[in-house]
T-cell receptor, first 115, second 113 residues
Framework: DGGITQSPKYLFRKEGQNVTLSCEQN?????MYWYRQDPGQGLRLIYY???????QKGDIAEGYSVSREKKESFPLTVTSAQKNPTAFYLC??????????????FGPGTRLTVL | AQKITQTQPGMFVQEKEAVTLDCTYD???????LFWYKQPSSGEMIFLIY??????QNATEGRYSLNFQKARKSANLVISASQLGDSAMYFC??????????FGAGTRLFVKA
């Protein structure tokens, strides 16, 4: 079955540690996205990638980094520079980023907690 | 600036009744797309329905329909015959063909038995 997988589902981090969240898709989509969701709130864009080896900052990129070495993979690293990283992280993909019909397919999410 | 607003933080509906979730947007673009997503307690976002700005008919998908009023810049979601499994967060989203989709703050729907 085609879809998006994220791992791990739950992640605990000590202050000062970097952690990497995995996102893989087998939908052959060009565009991929990372969002952050805080309790009771909507989604905020962290980074997006239109194509392999290219990515752009979203609204809240500070303290995060990404890579896009393969079309199907878009890992997100939460660095120690991110002061309040406890949140729910959602990865998404779409066929292409620039189309008006830009239905995004989402992964199941990773819940990150800083201890 | 582009903006999307969901004014109802929470809504209650009786099982088997219809409910309307409000969404308004603000843009000067002529070409755009409007989306609704459902987020159950598990956290995954589920795409429900899409309306293009040039579509003359309101979009429908099963029990979901989108009441699109372009002049008012509103794109309300109507769920008919509510079911207990409809209890979830619902997000309205907006895309203009750039590289960013803007999400509203969401409405939490509670379906009562």
């Amino acid at each position: 079955d085609g879809g998006i997988t994220q791992s791990p589902k739950y992640l605990f981090r000590k202050e000062g540690q970097n952690v990497t969240l995995s996102c893989e898709q087998n939908l052959n989509h060009d565009a991929m996205y990372w969002y952050r969701q805080d309790p009771g709130q909507g989604l905020r864009l962290i980074y997006y990638s239109q194509i392999v080896n290219d990515f752009q900052k979203g609204d809240i990129a500070e303290g995060y980094s990404v890579s896009r070495e393969k079309k199907e993979s878009f890992p997100l690293t939460v660095t120690s520079a991110q002061k309040n990283p406890t949140a729910f992280y959602l990865c998404a993909s779409s066929i292409e980023a620039g189309a008006t019909l830009n239905e995004q397919f989402f992964g199941p999410g990773t819940r990150l907690t800083v201890l | 600036a582009q903006k999307i607003t969901q004014t109802q933080p929470g809504m209650f509906v009786q099982e088997k009744e219809a409910v309307t979730l409000d969404c308004t947007y603000d843009t000067s673009d002529q070409s755009y797309g409007l989306f609704w997503y459902k987020q159950p307690s598990s956290g995954e976002m589920i795409f429900l329905i899409y309306q293009g700005s040039y579509d003359e008919q309101n979009a429908t998908e099963g029990r979901y329909s989108l009441n699109f009023q372009k002049a008012r810049k509103s794109a309300n979601l109507v769920i008919s015959a509510s079911q207990l499994g409809d209890s979830a967060m619902y997000f309205c989203a907006f895309h203009t063909g750039g590289f960013k989709t803007i999400f509203g703050a969401g409405t939490r729907l509670f379906v009562k038995a």
